[in-house]
């Protein structure tokens, strides 16, 4: 044995040789190896070099060492501190007294005394502090006993994630008190026996025993439970309970009390497989009080896909069915598929390989009829598509498209209102076109030439004895019809650009003129049936379009000239799009004659005037505006203006304006202003906080508004209204939201969310943050974990 007070590096190497057997050329530089890793094994620890120190030491090789007065022992992921240590080498067991303090792994552990065997991470720790970084989290124990370097049992314990302030009679804003708490950090979870929740030094939970996350990692239990009222359900408490199967596969069940109405049994089940996904929700309410019935609703998505030697092979299901017509109303918070009025069976099978594509598909619609807004019912359709395309073929683009497509409609969804024409048939279209591109760097030039074939098999004659166009030939109940349409294209642009200054920048501006010529003759169509035709959407886009209609009943008889030009402003320097300009109008050369049933032709002459911007100043901002002008009456037929400012984390604000000129006398104009909002109260007084990184909010004592409002100026009146305040308190988050939607003309379902979130630990009340996320653009939870934190964040 020897003793010395000779220099710490001395210290140093002689228990460095002591620990590798006396080897001589012991390294001694501290360097991160690939041992170090977020998570070590114990033989991978064992294998690390030790590294002591301390004012005094004793050591016997082979045997131990004493080392005290500021004692520091490190090795691979472990930190100990103390006043004084006792290692025993044959035993691995290291003993320390005195401010202990263990770092491993980024957990800290403080108390008076330790007994740990080091590379086993097995002993026990009296009187003691923690901290979980995995959780953000600290308590007090009477006593800690390590099982390894993931499990840990607690004695008589407290956990919070409240900062420590103050003294010794310091009391966080809630904690957790439980006699005995077991800690994994492997599966990140945490049991508690016996235990208390209290906030604000109030008890507010008591349970004989629990369970609760200390990271992101899914895991089988209790969720927190979900209170709310509304004024049509009365007061609601839903129970989830989270099933972990495997990595890719889990399910909620979700039993919800309705004081009002009775028990709502949900849930939901996902999957995730290499080759396919998939969801499953279902909710049943045997006799529902509302409406005296049993209430039920079923939402299926499945998405597979296979490739292979023959090309790929894709199914998509997507399936929804309610129990009755008033589902949508008087649930509607249930999942979106489910709160619509058209709820669709859709299956799907796709197949493709090189310029080859087919589909076959069909569709069943349920449709929802309420006597105050009944609408029109779509065909459902037994569809086989078909497509080969060739994009360069000696210069040429060629593409052939087949579609035989079968239509029925559902009898029973069938109003007074949608009675007239419905006639199911058989539908055959062929579609080719052929082009030649030609493409340079200062524009381009593509003709086009297509050709649009249809023929229709009627399941009973068609009535046209009123019908005063042309018959083409048929018989006044004719039971089968043909049409041919061709079309002829011509896209020409160009592009120039130059270096431009304005308000002292640098820029790259463009100009980009654009005319597009298209002749499709007139073709008689309007003692056809239409299945899927519709108006496209008078667009800077669609103008440019062949066909003004959408679908293959209805083909526009066109002889029109579109002449548009945009302009582009880019940064010099960044190259990012800072302005966007475009106007365009087309001049037709003769009447159009063909329209959708119950349209209005567009005359010779000029269309409507479009015109379109898009602005981004900086990140910040963007604004989006587009006018659609009527020359003639000297006003605007349809108008959009949106805004956002985003100027930094937890800061936006979303103004959109919508205007529609009717379209008829008998509808009405439609003139909307939506404003969502999610922004830091505390700013009024100057109080502009931090920004600690995503999904951490911008400091405590902070309280932020949120909101939507949607404001129809022809009706006067709110629409749907979400308003609310979030406060940051640091270790706690509380949410206040009042929600209002419109479920018809004059009825309207209301609801008050309040939600206590403990940081870390779980929430409890009605949750506000679906609708949130749903109705404010952008809108940033305050606490978000995104990434797991790395031990290397808390290394000492």
Not at 208 to 229: D, N, Q, W
Not at 524 to 542: H, K, M
């Amino acid at each position: 044995m020897f003793r010395s007070d000779l220099p710490i590096t001395r210290y140093l190497l002689a228990l460095l040789c002591l620990l590798m057997g006396g080897a001589a050329d012991a390294e001694l530089k501290l360097k991160v190896s690939p041992l170090l890793q977020d998570r070590l094994t114990a033989q991978q620890r064992a294998a690390a070099p030790s590294f002591v120190e301390g004012q005094r030491m004793e050591s016997e090789i082979g045997i131990g060492l004493l080392a005290e007065d500021d004692v520091e022992f490190r090795r691979a992921d472990l930190v100990l501190r103390a006043q004084k240590l006792e290692y025993d080498q044959a035993t691995d067991t290291a003993h320390a007294r005195g401010s202990v303090r263990v770092n491993q792994s980024g957990n800290v552990f403080e108390g008076d005394t330790l007994d740990l065997r080091v590379d086993a991470f097995e002993g026990s720790f009296t009187n003691a502090r923690f901290y979980l970084l995995s959780a953000d989290a600290h308590g007090d124990a009477e006593r800690i006993d390590f099982l390894d370097d993931t499990r840990s049992v607690v004695q008589n314990a407290t956990f919070t994630t409240c900062r420590r302030e103050g003294g010794p009679d310091w009391v966080p804003a809630w904690f957790l008190r439980a006699t005995t708490l077991h800690l994994d950090s492997e599966e990140g979870v945490a049991e508690a026996e016996d235990t208390t929740v209290r906030f604000q030094n109030v008890p507010v939970l008591g349970l004989p025993a629990m369970t609760f996350p200390l990271s992101g990692e899914r895991r089988s239990g209790m969720l927190s439970p979900v209170y709310g009222a509304d004024n049509v359900s009365g007061t609601e408490i839903t129970v989830p309970y989270y099933l972990n199967i495997a990595p890719n596969r889990d399910a909620t069940l979700y039993p919800t009390w309705m004081s009002e109405r009775g028990v709502n049994y949900g849930g939901e089940f996902r999957y995730l497989e290499p080759g396919y996904s998939g969801l499953l929700r279902v909710d049943y309410m045997p006799d529902d009080k509302l409406r005296d019935m049993d209430r039920e609703g079923y939402y299926f998505q499945h998405r597979a896909g296979v490739s292979g030697a023959y090309g790929s092979l894709g199914l998509n299901l997507n399936i929804s069915r309610v129990s009755d017509d008033n589902y949508w109303r008087d649930f509607p918070r249930a999942s979106n598929s489910l709160t619509q009025r058209l709820l669709p069976a859709d299956v799907s099978v796709n197949w493709g390989q090189g310029p080859y594509s087919a589909t076959a598909r069909v569709l069943r619609y349920q449709t929802l009829q309420v006597s105050d807004a009944p609408i029109v019912p779509p065909y459902d359709r037994q569809q086989l598509t078909a497509r080969y395309a060739e994009p360069n073929f000696g210069g040429f683009d060629f593409s052939l498209d087949g579609d035989y497509t079968q239509f029925t409609v559902d009898e029973l969804a069938l109003t007074s209102q949608s009675t007239a024409n419905r006639v199911n048939a058989d539908r055959t279209v062929w579609r080719g076109a052929l082009s030649y591109p030609i493409r340079g760097a200062a524009g381009f030039v593509i003709p086009k030439a297509s050709i649009h074939a249809t023929s229709y098999q009627f399941e009973q004659a068609l009535d046209l004895s009123s019908y005063s166009g042309s018959l083409n030939g048929l018989s006044a109940d004719a039971s089968s019809a043909t049409r041919t349409v061709p079309t002829y294209s011509l896209d020409a642009g160009l592009v120039f650009e130059r270096e431009a200054s304005y308000f002292g920048s640098a820029y790259r501006q463009t100009l980009e003129p654009r005319l597009f010529y298209t002749r499709t003759p007139f073709v008689e169509q309007g003692y056809l049936p239409n299945y899927d035709s519709a108006a496209q959407d008078f667009s800077l886009t669609s103008i440019y379009s062949e066909n003004t209609f959408m679908g293959n009943d209805r083909i526009a008889d066109n002889n029109l000239l579109t002449v548009g030009v945009s302009t582009r402003l880019f940064d010099a320097e960044r190259g990012a799009e800072i302005l966007h300009l475009g106007v365009a109008q087309r001049l037709r050369f003769e009447d159009q004659r063909v329209t959708l049933p119950g349209g209005t032709a567009s005359p010779e002459g000029l269309s409507d005037l479009l015109l379109g911007a898009e602005l981004n100043i900086d990140p910040r901002w963007h604004v989006d505006s587009a006018v659609q002008w009527n020359d003639r009456l000297g006003e605007s037929e349809r108008s959009t203006f949106s805004m956002r400012y985003n100027p930094s984390p937890y800061r936006v604000v979303n103004l959109a304006y919508r205007f529609q000129r009717a379209q008829s006398e008998t509808s009405e104009d439609s003139e909307l202003i939506n404003l969502g909002w999610q922004w830091p109260i505390n700013d009024l007084w100057r109080d502009w906080g931090e920004d600690l990184g995503p999904g951490r909010g911008q400091g405590a004592g902070r309280w932020y508004s949120v909101g939507r409002l949607n404001y129809s100026q022809t009706d006067h009146k709110l629409v749907d209204t979400t308003m609310g305040f979030e406060y940051d308190a640091g270790c706690w988050l509380g949410r206040f939201v009042f929600e209002r939607l419109q479920t018809g003309l004059t009825t309207a379902n209301q609801r008050i969310m309040f939600q206590l979130e403990l940081v870390g630990f779980g929430r409890v009340g009605v949750d506000p943050l679906q609708t949130l996320q749903k109705n404010i653009p952008r809108y940033q939870l305050l606490r978000e974990q995104t990434t797991s934190p790395s031990r290397f964040s808390n290394y000492e």
